[in-house]
């Protein structure tokens, strides 16, 4: 499994550029926003969430109130600044639709299906899938056939007394996925379109894709899905490789993520 950030929620640059012009910066030499310890994602949540409970316009919200959010230590003595005290008070309040606002994109490579099937039960999040039905997956394909994700308790070598079978988990896997392999070749070769010739590739073909989500939806996918909760290994995996990327980048959201279990 490989996952990447492709992108995340930045400011744009007529957002950026316009606090040049506001008077609450005046004392300072170029962009207002430069003063302000803040992420483009802390600056786009503040705006969203003081949207809803403050007469100001959303553009003049950072201009006018960034200074007093950012610069000042939190007032619940719970550590960060008072916009992380906000933060915090938000989420506990359940008013987490204003961190819908802030959304990444992942680049993720060598999955198996049967995660895809588990990754679809959750909301909210967009998928673009490798086909395996215009990609070929034949043996003389481009791709030179499918690969699959192997579980780690195939490996615990535990001997198998079934005729025909190897004498391990791990022979007994590899044999199977040798098989799906041939099969879908000969199908191939017999004409049969390979939108119909996939249907005998296994839950473990692998298959990349790229996933957006919002914060909101991530955090909840992560309470579900991260290690110790119940979950299957290769998601678990996932879900950890998410929160790394994100609170790379991020590194305010760290204690949105619950770490408990792991």
């Avoid at 025909?164 to 049969?192: N, P």
């Avoid at 290690?227 to 879900?239: K, S």
Wanted: charged share 25%; proline share 4%.
């Amino acid at each position: 499994m490989n996952v990447k950030l492709i992108a995340h929620t930045q400011l744009s640059e007529e957002f950026y550029e316009s606090f040049d012009i506001y008077g609450a910066f005046a004392e300072y030499e170029g962009n207002g926003l430069d003063r302000i310890d803040a992420t483009d994602g802390q600056v786009v949540a503040l705006t969203a969430i003081r949207t809803c409970y403050s007469p100001l316009k959303p553009t003049e919200i950072i201009p006018q109130e960034g200074a007093k959010y950012f610069g000042n230590a939190a007032s619940d003595g719970a550590g960060g600044t008072e916009a992380d005290r906000l933060f915090r008070h938000i989420t506990r309040s359940g008013h987490t639709s204003t961190l819908e606002h802030i959304t990444y994109t992942f680049a993720i490579e060598g999955v198996s299906r049967a995660l895809l099937a588990q990754l679809t039960r959750h909301r909210h999040l967009s998928f673009s899938v490798q086909s395996q039905r215009y990609v070929r997956m034949g043996s003389a394909d481009k791709i030179g056939g499918f690969d699959y994700v192997t579980p780690p308790s195939v490996d615990d070598n535990k001997a198998f007394e079934m005729e025909g079978w190897s004498d391990t988990a791990r022979g007994a896997f590899e044999t199977y996925m040798t098989a799906s392999q041939q099969a879908y070749d000969a199908l191939r070769a017999a004409g049969v379109p390979a939108e119909d010739a996939r249907m005998v590739l296994p839950n473990a073909a692998a298959c990349n894709l790229v996933m957006t989500g919002n914060l909101r939806t991530l955090l909840d996918f992560y309470a579900k899905r991260r290690p110790g909760n119940g979950a299957q290994w290769e998601i678990a995996e996932l879900a950890v490789s998410i929160r790394d990327q994100i609170v790379k980048v991020d590194p305010w959201l760290a204690p949105y993520f619950d770490v408990k279990g792991e």
